[in-house]
Structure formats: C-alpha cells, structure tokens
C-alpha cells in the first residue's frame, strides 16, 4: 500500500511540473534600439530588430528626449514614405514609454518631427508563438521553476 501511495504522489508532482512547463513565456520589454534612451537618429532599427523577436503582448520601450523626438504609430504606407500625417496613435506621452504588442501583426513606428527621413523608424513584425515542447520548462522563468521546485519539496514533505 505504502509503494502505491509514493507511485501516486510521484505521479502528482509530475503533473505539476508538466503544467508549469508548458505556462509558455512571460512577456518580454525590447529597449527600442537595444539601449536606454536609443529612440534617435543614426542608429540601425533594421539592424537591432534582425537580433530581437517579438511575440505577442511584448512591450516595446522608447527612450528619447520629448522636446526633440516623438514616436508616432503609422500604417505601412506611411513608415515605408515617412508621412507623419494621418497616424494610427501618438504613443508619446513623457520620452519614457511603452506600448504592448497585443496582436498578432506587424507595427509601424516614426518619428514624426522630420526624423523619420534621417531613420528613426522601426517595423516589428511578431512571430507566431513558441510551439509547446519540453524545452519550454527551460526557457520558464526563474520564479516558475522556483515555483515549481518549492511546489514539489512541499509534497513531497506533506506525502512522504
């Protein structure tokens, strides 16, 4: 009877870990230009995004100096010929902000002060989600493999 009871348990703790595994990833904040303050010009948003990937309900965070630099949401059209007109949102609000990716589809960022022509605008394209596999517990977080490390020991104290 006792071995059935540890095969239970056992078998319990398994599936704990098992959901954790698969919780997925926790959003992740991209520094737009791959520094603090870097929402400028002569830095290479094409270049900074080719070593990001983005998913969906990502943050984006923009620094720059609001009395010089903006940050203004735009359709494709608009980015790819740097009209500052007829934009989607101005995302703008102190020269420290965020936006989060909540859809799957691709985004268009400018700078709508006339800086746009000396490069200051990023398109972020979000990749699918990651397929559920069992390398997902390995790309868990700290606090969920904490988690489920102290959710195990406490069972197995409780059980055994």
């Known amino acids: 009877m006792e071995f059935g009871r540890k095969i239970t348990i ?7 870990m098992w959901c954790y595994a698969i919780e997925g990833r926790e959003p992740v904040l991209h520094r737009v230009g791959g ?8 830095v290479s948003f094409t270049n900074w995004t ?9 943050w984006l965070y923009f620094g720059f100096d609001r009395n010089v630099h903006n940050v203004l949401e735009v359709n494709k059209t608009n980015y790819e010929n740097c009209i500052e007109t007829d934009f989607i949102k101005n995302v703008t609000r102190g ?3 965020v936006v989060q ?12 002060r006339g800086f746009c022509n000396n490069g200051m605008k990023v398109e972020i394209n ?12 390995s790309q868990a977080s700290s606090t969920a493999k904490m988690n489920v490390l102290f959710s195990v020991i406490g069972l197995a104290w409780i059980f055994i």
């Not at 520094?35 to 002569?42: A, C, F, L, M």
């Open 95 to 97: 020269g420290r902000d």
């Open 50 to 58: 080719s070593y990001e990937h983005f998913y969906q309900d990502d």
């Open 126 to 137: 979000i990749e699918p989600d990651l397929p559920l596999s069992p390398t997902i517990f």
């Open 35 to 42: 520094g603090r303050y870097t929402w400028r010009p002569n």
């Open 10 to 16: 056992c078998l319990f703790m398994m599936i704990i």
């Open 101 to 112: 990716l909540l859809e799957m589809r691709s985004y268009y960022y400018i700078c709508g």
